[in-house]
């Protein structure tokens, strides 16, 4: 059989084979084995690629699939605003036309401090792997919550089956299953009680870190949470369903405008806490349940604790006294519990209260009772085993009897208040716990001087001077204002006494820049109430301006006169305090 033959007889059999045929030997012809290969796989890769846009929608619903495209390339990652909530909202399984998506971002966009943002991909709910998808995301984009979920459809209705996950630790909703969506898809009403109680955990989640760590410089970083919750507040309190989980976010707030309030001087803040502290206690379930009063106690004690912070910046007795009935209050029923610990930390805070009552009202009674309530604090605090509450209370106790000390006239009780400052400082550092350790120099300071002025000589009044300086510089610029009058005045008092028996130009430099310094904050109510103002302040800088004149000229001293010159000039030609405000 000749060649034509054998080619006729192939293509009648089998046209596929002949035609195959005829393309390798072209190929080979034209390119060789290598090019009849290269172009094998071309076809091969071209071929793979048609697939793969064909069954794109099927192929990415799996979740290996996902894993190997970065969230970048399938979603183009928009900005998180941190002074608002941010939501994404992915794609629901079996949402035709992504209808309910829709409704879910048009409604979240008209809350006022929210931000919404849709992804354009699904996202498995019933494996682990949608879990991790989830997590994936949120941890991209910096967001708060990702919404995800399907529609469960049957005999032409609609349930949605959404999981709301919180962070990349936390799922707070899985498999939330709504009720019937009505005709024209309005979210059920679950689903913005499910929203309110999203944003509470959101708000405990974020907010609680910071609170727990109130012995450092916070408050900077508690004020933007705080405006974040503050406007979308309506929202989550319209909407909110448990109780006790509002009451939890209440508290929590409440403590974060309390260390505000503390830590900046504004009275706004202190009086906003107390508010909350109120509204937990009235959305408490008043139940006899060791959990509910243990709740119920704590709400008291740092509401005490508000009011008399409250009490003594604003000098008034009535929110003193209330501070102290809450903290009567606390103490009882942490006693009740069995909880010694919170009872002891009560008890301090009474002391505290009560000291602060008893020198407004120059009432020696109250002191004497603030000094039994922190010896009984201290029965149960130990240095070894509650190092910061036991400083507390050894610090609390110090300034009571240096209290007592001076008003009757005792100097043995401001001997004995320097020993417990002294053994409170054990507990603290300058590094761990800069605000106590601010606090406890401030103390010790105050009772070193009280003694230095009643004595001849300098060794007590150069201490209090020492401990003084410590003080301040464990006290950031900006931060605790009333603090800082205090501890200047006290400065500027000690150095002024010391000039005077030592007749040093240095001592009287620093004190005028204490009093100038003193003069541009506002006073706190118990300088105010002793009659102290800010004009008596500028003249005591004066006075220390003209003592200066009168020393021998020096190169330090002229520098010194120069710098006083000009910062009472700049203390002059603005209102007092413009820069610390106490609003």
Same mark, same amino acid.
């Given at each position: 059989?000749?060649?034509?033959?054998?080619?006729?007889?192939?293509?009648?059999?089998?046209?596929?084979?002949?035609?195959?045929?005829?393309?390798?030997?072209?190929?080979?012809?034209?390119?060789?084995?290598?090019?009849?290969?290269?172009?094998?796989?071309?076809?091969?890769?071209?071929?793979?690629?048609?697939?793969?846009?064909?069954?794109?929608?099927?192929?990415?619903?799996?979740?290996?699939?996902?894993?190997?495209?970065?969230?970048?390339?399938?979603?183009?990652?928009?900005?998180?605003?941190?002074?608002?909530?941010?939501?994404?909202?992915?794609n629901l399984e079996y949402d035709?036309?992504?209808?309910?998506?829709?409704?879910?971002?048009?409604?979240?966009?008209?809350?006022?401090?929210?931000?919404?943002?849709?992804?354009?991909?699904?996202?498995?709910?019933?494996?682990?792997?949608?879990?991790?998808?989830?997590?994936?995301?949120?941890?991209?984009?910096?967001?708060?919550v990702i919404i995800s979920g399907?529609?469960?459809?049957?005999?032409?209705?609609?349930?949605?089956?959404?999981?709301?996950?919180?962070?990349?630790?936390?799922?707070?909703?899985?498999?939330?299953?709504?009720?019937?969506?009505?005709?024209?898809?309005?979210?059920?009403?679950?689903?913005?009680?499910?929203?309110?109680?999203?944003?509470?955990?959101?708000?405990?989640?974020?907010?609680?870190?910071?609170?727990?760590?109130?012995?450092?410089?916070?408050?900077?970083?508690?004020?933007?949470?705080?405006?974040?919750?503050?406007?979308?507040?309506?929202?989550?309190?319209?909407?909110?369903?448990?109780?006790?989980?509002?009451?939890?976010?209440?508290?929590?707030?409440?403590?974060?405008?309390?260390?505000?309030?503390?830590?900046?001087?504004?009275?706004?803040?202190?009086?906003?806490?107390?508010?909350?502290?109120?509204?937990?206690?009235?959305?408490?379930?008043?139940?006899?349940?060791?959990?509910?009063?243990?709740?119920?106690?704590?709400?008291?004690?740092?509401?005490?604790?508000?009011?008399?912070?409250?009490?003594?910046?604003?000098?008034?007795?009535?929110?003193?006294?209330?501070?102290?009935?809450?903290?009567?209050?606390?103490?009882?029923?942490?006693?009740?519990?069995?909880?010694?610990?919170?009872?002891?930390?009560?008890?301090h805070n009474l002391g505290n209260?009560?000291?602060?009552?008893?020198?407004?009202?120059?009432?020696?009674?109250?002191?004497?009772?603030?000094?039994?309530?922190?010896?009984? /604090?201290?029965?149960? %605090?130990?240095?070894?085993?509650? !190092?910061?509450?036991?400083?507390?209370?050894? @610090? #609390? $106790?110090?300034? +009571?009897?240096?209290?007592?000390?001076?008003?009757?006239?005792?100097?043995?009780?401001?001997?004995?208040?320097?020993?417990?400052?002294?053994?409170?400082?054990?507990?603290?550092?300058?590094?761990?716990?800069?605000?106590?350790?601010?606090?406890?120099?401030?103390?010790?300071?105050?009772?070193?001087?009280?003694?230095?002025?009643?004595?001849?000589?300098?060794?007590?009044?150069?201490?209090?001077?020492?401990?003084?300086?410590?003080?301040?510089?464990?006290?950031?610029?900006?931060?605790?204002?009333?603090?800082?009058?205090?501890?200047?005045?006290?400065?500027?008092?000690?150095?002024?006494?010391?000039?005077?028996?030592?007749?040093?130009?240095?001592?009287?430099?620093?004190? /005028?820049?204490?009093? %100038?310094?003193?003069?541009?904050? !506002?006073?706190?109510?118990?300088?105010?109430? @002793? #009659? $102290?103002?800010? +004009?008596?302040?500028?003249?005591?800088?004066?006075?220390?301006?003209?003592?200066?004149?009168?020393?021998?000229?020096?190169?330090?001293?002229?520098?010194?006169?120069?710098?006083?010159?000009?910062?009472?000039?700049?203390?002059?030609?603005?209102?007092?305090?413009?820069?610390?405000?106490?609003?």
């Open positions: 059989m000749n060649r034509k033959d054998k080619q006729a007889k192939i293509i009648s059999s089998d046209p596929a084979k002949w035609l195959k045929g005829l393309a390798y030997e072209w190929a080979n012809k034209r390119w060789g084995t290598n090019g009849v290969i290269a172009l094998w796989l071309s076809f091969l890769v071209l071929a793979g690629a048609v697939t793969v846009w064909w069954n794109w929608d099927t192929l990415m619903t799996r979740p290996w699939v996902k894993g190997l495209l970065p969230i970048r390339n399938q979603d183009v990652l928009q900005e998180v605003d941190t002074s608002r909530f941010s939501i994404l909202v992915a035709f036309g992504n209808d309910l998506k829709h409704n879910i971002i048009v409604s979240l966009r008209e809350i006022r401090g929210l931000q919404v943002i849709a992804l354009d991909t699904t996202i498995g709910t019933e494996d682990e792997s949608g879990a991790t998808e989830r997590k994936k995301y949120l941890r991209a984009y910096g967001a708060d399907s529609v469960i459809r049957n005999e032409g209705k609609s349930v949605p089956n959404l999981y709301w996950t919180v962070s990349p630790d936390i799922e707070a909703k899985q498999n939330r299953r709504y009720p019937l969506l009505p005709m024209d898809l309005r979210l059920p009403q679950l689903f913005w009680e499910d929203l309110s109680l999203v944003i509470q955990l959101l708000t405990i989640q974020q907010l609680e870190p910071l609170r727990l760590s109130k012995n450092q410089y916070i408050a900077d970083r508690l004020l933007p949470l705080i405006r974040k919750v503050e406007t979308i507040l309506p929202r989550v309190t319209r909407t909110a369903n448990g109780r006790a989980s509002l009451s939890v976010f209440f508290f929590v707030l409440a403590d974060a405008y309390n260390i505000t309030g503390q830590q900046t001087g504004k009275l706004q803040a202190l009086t906003q806490s107390i508010q909350y502290y109120r509204k937990s206690l009235r959305v408490l379930q008043r139940k006899d349940s060791r959990t509910s009063r243990i709740i119920r106690a704590s709400i008291l004690l740092n509401l005490g604790v508000a009011q008399g912070y409250l009490g003594e910046m604003s000098g008034d007795a009535d929110e003193l006294m209330k501070g102290s009935d809450a903290l009567v209050k606390s103490s009882e029923n942490f006693s009740m519990l069995g909880l010694p610990l919170q009872y002891a930390v009560a008890q209260s009560l000291r602060i009552l008893g020198s407004l009202q120059n009432e020696a009674n109250f002191v004497r009772r603030a000094i039994k309530a922190h010896r009984e /604090a201290l029965t149960i %605090l130990t240095l070894k085993d509650t !190092p910061f509450y036991w400083g507390q209370a050894k @610090s #609390g $106790l110090g300034v +009571n009897l240096m209290t007592l000390g001076e008003m009757e006239n005792k100097p043995h009780l401001l001997e004995e208040a320097v020993l417990e400052h002294r053994e409170a400082l054990a507990a603290f550092s300058f590094q761990q716990t800069p605000i106590m350790w601010n606090n406890v120099q401030t103390n010790l300071g105050t009772s070193l001087a009280a003694i230095g002025f009643r004595k001849k000589g300098t060794t007590e009044l150069k201490e209090a001077a020492s401990a003084f300086r410590e003080a301040l510089r464990a006290l950031p610029s900006g931060y605790m204002p009333h603090q800082q009058a205090v501890i200047n005045f006290n400065y500027g008092q000690t150095l002024a006494i010391l000039s005077q028996r030592d007749s040093s130009s240095e001592f009287l430099c620093t004190a /005028a820049e204490c009093f %100038l310094k003193v003069a541009s904050y !506002p006073l706190p109510q118990q300088m105010i109430s @002793s #009659g $102290l103002n800010s +004009n008596e302040l500028i003249t005591a800088a004066k006075t220390a301006l003209d003592d200066l004149a009168t020393l021998a000229g020096t190169e330090e001293r002229d520098a010194c006169i120069r710098s006083l010159h000009a910062s009472l000039i700049a203390i002059l030609n603005k209102p007092i305090g413009d820069s610390l405000g106490t609003k």
